[in-house]
T-cell receptor, first 114, second 110 residues
Framework: NAGVTQTPKFQVLKTGQSMTLQCAQDMNHEYMSWYRQDPGMGLRLIHYSVGAGITDQGEVPNGYNVSRSTTEDFPLRLLSAAPSQTSVYFC?????????????FGSGTRLTVV | RKEVEQDPGPFNVPEGATVAFNCTYSNSASQSFFWYRQDCRKEPKLLMSVYSSGNEDGRFTAQLNRASQYISLLIRDSKLSDSATYLCVVFSGGYNKLIFGAGTRLAVHP
């Protein structure tokens, strides 16, 4: 199994551009989430989904949109990129609603906004 | 105050040493606790869960102290391959309540 696949691995955007970070999992996990990781800070939750058609905001949702049309895919959209969104983005999935032992991360997307 | 706090390190130790990290959390209602390992420029991976009675996995031992609201990770007989950042993770219920510490960096040298 591929696990959690994120694309692209690296991206450079200009301020004001939009783009979509892709995340796909092949483990039939119900729960998926997006985090960003910045130096000196823990991973911060952007958005999450508990199943197809259901999404909700995390700690730092501003400037990002998500949708969950299928169990497998959970794309993250940057509406109008800003330098403050320069970060490493991780997608994660879990099979259960409680207990995060099965929390699997993608390999990350390194985004730079200039 | 951060919800989950860790000493950022780095902890520089020789091979074979024993090293311990602590992590404090502020929410007394926290339910579950974990240690994740993150290698440089890689994704976090679950190292071990932390149970109330403490638990051990090979050279790694995790302890939970609810009264003082901290968890610890002990690594015995350190290997070069243990060099990484160790993330303390606290779950306080609800999908938006998985809180990550900023991590403690460990560097094991020959």
């Amino acid at each position: 199994n591929a696990g959690v696949t994120q694309t692209p691995k690296f991206q450079v955007l200009k301020t004001g551009q939009s783009m979509t970070l892709q995340c796909a999992q092949d483990m039939n996990h119900e729960y998926m989430s997006w985090y960003r990781q910045d130096p000196g800070m823990g991973l911060r939750l952007i958005h999450y989904s508990v199943g197809a058609g259901i999404t909700d905001q995390g700690e730092v949702p501003n400037g990002y949109n998500v949708s969950r049309s299928t169990t497998e895919d959970f794309p993250l959209r940057l509406l109008s990129a800003a330098p403050s969104q320069t970060s490493v983005y991780f997608c994660a999935s879990s099979p259960a609603q409680v207990g995060f032992d099965g929390y699997t991360f993608g390999s990350g997307t390194r985004l730079t906004v200039v | 105050r951060k919800e989950v706090e860790q000493d950022p390190g780095p902890f520089n130790v020789p091979e074979g040493a024993t090293v311990a990290f602590n992590c404090t959390y502020s929410n007394s209602a926290s339910q579950s606790f974990f240690w994740y390992r993150q290698d440089c420029r890689k994704e976090p991976k679950l190292l071990m869960s932390v149970y109330s009675s403490g638990n051990e996995d090979g050279r790694f031992t995790a302890q939970l102290n609810r009264a003082s609201q901290y968890i610890s990770l002990l690594i015995r007989d350190s290997k070069l391959s243990d060099s990484a950042t160790y993330l303390c993770v606290v779950f306080s219920g609800g999908y938006n309540k998985l809180i990550f510490g900023a991590g403690t960096r460990l560097a094991v040298h020959p």
